[in-house]
């Protein structure tokens, strides 16, 4: 994926957007230790962080299927 300019940690690995909603999600590797991710919700407008969590790796594809089932939908 290319790098995405509302980062400046570590690589994106998933992007996500719900219609209507003012935030995006992003799910994103921390940039020294990528054992860790964090998935980052940000307001659209600003760019500001809304809410963040901090997850393991493995967590990953558990989260994206939340996400899914959730009405957020992935982005490339």
């Given at each position: ?64 299927e ?11």
């Amino acid at each position: 994926m290319k790098e995405n300019k509302e980062s400046k940690g570590g690589k994106i690995l998933y992007r996500f957007e719900k219609p209507r909603a003012k935030t995006y999600c992003i799910i994103e590797e921390d940039k020294d230790e990528p054992w860790f991710v964090y998935v980052k919700k940000i307001e659209i407008k600003s760019g500001k962080l809304n809410d963040s969590s901090m997850i393991i790796a493995k967590e990953v594809e558990d989260w994206v299927e939340g996400l899914e089932k959730s009405g957020w939908i992935k982005k490339e």
